[in-house]
Nanobody, 124 residues
């Protein structure tokens, strides 16, 4: 059982930056594909970014491409999401997820473990 704990959310003005972290309890963290998803009030869960187990391959949703960057440090069992040039439409609860899958995926159903989420609010 992998436990994931997100941190780093908060209130920021439009144009600002935040870095989210996701700490994993599992010592085999480096074998999991990881992803970030978000869910705004009244909206469905939305893919943000995913990264391969080694960190060599990353994919970002078009809505965040060029502004957000997913990365990981397997030695620290930690996943990151650097968010720059934030927009009010980025406001959501952000979740990290771990998947026992071979390739990065934008499909939330393919992930096995989820954190509790961290709230990001971007004011205009």
């Amino acid at each position: 059982q992998v436990q994931l704990v997100e941190s780093g959310g908060g209130l920021v003005q439009a144009g600002g930056s935040l870095r989210l972290s996701c700490a994993a309890s599992e010592v085999t963290f480096g074998t999991y594909v990881m992803g970030w998803f978000r869910q705004a009030p009244g909206e469905e869960r939305e893919f943000v970014a995913t990264i391969s187990s080694t960190g060599l391959n990353t994919f970002h949703a078009n809505s965040v491409k060029g502004r957000f960057t997913i990365s990981r440090d397997n030695a620290k069992n930690t996943l990151y999401l650097q968010m720059n040039t934030l927009k009010p439409e980025d406001t959501a609860v952000y979740y990290c997820a771990a998947g026992k899958i071979s390739t990065p995926s934008p499909h939330w159903a393919e992930y096995d473990y989820w954190g509790q989420g961290t709230k990001v609010t971007v004011s205009s």
